[in-house]
């Protein structure tokens, strides 16, 4: 019983630290260089560590900045991905999650609002971009399928960790893609991520 009870708990951390999205709070970063380690502590107090270069895009108050700008305290959300062979995850994006607007006395949010706050950027895809059409692209994915996926107006694109045009995208890109369903069942890209980071040989 007790070997199940391991068992058990190994395979959720496990699956917890293999989560492309988390949350937490800063713990420590490297400082004065461009590529180095991070740790952020979850909610359940457990400590993960990423690992962050010149094209790891980071973001406070909707702007770009530098990994020097993140400080220990900083509630953030961090994109990654795993990294063939080591412990720590490869940090793809930050986001500095900004502090929680007072709320009022009676909240009349409407539900489709309250829906997509929940379900917003809890999916994420990598792939080649097929072709393009007008606000969508389709993606071929890393094990043969291919997925359609809506740009919205406000998708946020990022080349090597700078903040570019949707004009940037082109076909035959390698990208990674951080979105949701909306309601209808369609995919929606909140960001597009693409760079060095992502080659085949430095994945």
Do not use: C
């Not at 607007?101 to 929940?118: D, E, K, M, S, Y």
């Not at 291919?146 to 076909?171: C, F």
């Amino acid at each position: 019983m007790r070997v199940a009870i391991m068992v058990l708990l190994f395979t959720l951390l496990t699956l917890a630290q293999d989560s492309p999205v988390s949350r937490g709070v800063l713990v420590r970063r490297d400082s004065g260089v461009k590529s180095g380690e991070f740790s952020v502590r979850s909610s359940d107090s457990r400590v993960v560590r990423y690992h962050f270069d010149a094209q790891t895009y980071v973001e406070r108050d909707n702007r770009a900045i530098d990994t020097g700008q993140l400080r220990p305290g900083d509630p953030v959300e961090v994109v990654s991905e795993a990294m063939p062979g080591a412990s720590l995850r490869a940090a793809r994006s930050i986001h500095v999650i900004p502090p929680a607007p007072p709320r009022p006395h009676l909240t009349t949010l409407p539900v489709r609002a309250g829906a997509a706050a929940i379900a917003k950027g809890n999916l994420t895809f990598s792939g080649l971009i097929r072709r393009m059409i007008e606000s969508r692209l389709l993606l071929h994915q890393r094990d043969g399928s291919d997925r359609e996926i809506l740009l919205r107006p406000d998708t946020r694109y990022a080349d090597n960790g700078e903040t570019v045009a949707a004009a940037s995208l082109k076909p035959g890109m390698r990208i990674f893609v951080r979105g949701a369903k909306t309601e209808e069942g369609e995919v929606e890209a909140y960001q597009v991520v693409w760079g060095n980071m992502l080659a085949p040989d430095g994945k």
